[in-house]
């Protein structure tokens, strides 16, 4: 049994605050008698669930990983019109929405599913869900720095938990870390940098409870295969059901991701615009802790956790215009012929 708002979102009809509008209004019933109590429940299997006449019939559950761009938002809509994951999501041809958000100006993965269970537990401060990032910070810091960050760093609304950093490479005034905290409060990295004197500069996160979207450019999703949704029952209770390998779509290719949303186009235009030379060309920019050279990582470290390359960061070499490439991670070799 279960309430008619979650029966009215798991059939796409809307979002469950929104099922509870229809409610109200009197517009929803449950073997052909009017409800208007939000507290009524019914099997969505055997009971007929009716909105305004018609018949709904739960969806399929969805589970995807998202690349999320730089200049995009991570809601459904924006009131001030600026591109938004449903964009990028176009394609997926389900009502699905983020499992948490990353900050406009951030980029990396990103889940996003329609099954509320499973977004309630990876996002309940209780299961302590680890998030890993690699950023890019101003000054150079030292170990005691970074202890600091690991220990808890003291911020306006309460001390941060303890998190892992590993120090991937120093650069002229500047210093790349990979970081993993297991809290999800408000732009809480850029906060720790701010009140520790080590501003972000830059920001990508390359795994969300284990998940990882390495090999999706920017603006990409897949769905989770099935070992994934396997792993996270074992570790965090969701989804409460596995679906059957045969029932997981296969993930688009990449022709049918770049024609499906044209208004993807469109947002990587605007994200462009709005960080000017900052943003490469085509994508909003590449991420991920940096490889060594020949591509190994480092031994023990997780998918995309890997070492920095030697030699000057792509993100600040320099194009013929002078123009910053943009890149959200450093590599070798300095400068490139184009």
Partial sequence: MERIQKILAHGGVSSRRAAEQLIKAGRVRVNGRVITELGVKADPRRDRVEVDGKRVVAEDLVYVVLHKPRGVVSTMSDPEGRPTVKELLASLGARVYPVGRLDFATSGVLLATNDGELADGLLHPRKTVPKTYVLKVKGLMKPDDIALWEKGVRLEDGMTLPATAKLLRHETDKTWLELTIREGRNQQ?????????????????????????EGLAPGR????????????????GVPRSIPSAASIPKSPSKDKQRSAPAARRGAASRAQRAFGAETPRGEEENWGTPRSRGGARTAGAPRGADRPRTGAPRGDSRSRTGAPRGDDRPRAGGRRGR
């Fill in 189 to 213: 990295i850029r906060r720790m940098g701010e009140a520790t004197r080590f501003p972000v500069m830059r920001l990508a996160r390359v795994a969300f409870a284990e998940i990882s979207a």
């Fill in 221 to 236: 999703w897949r769905h989770l295969t099935r070992d994934e949704l396997i792993a996270l029952k074992k570790t965090y």
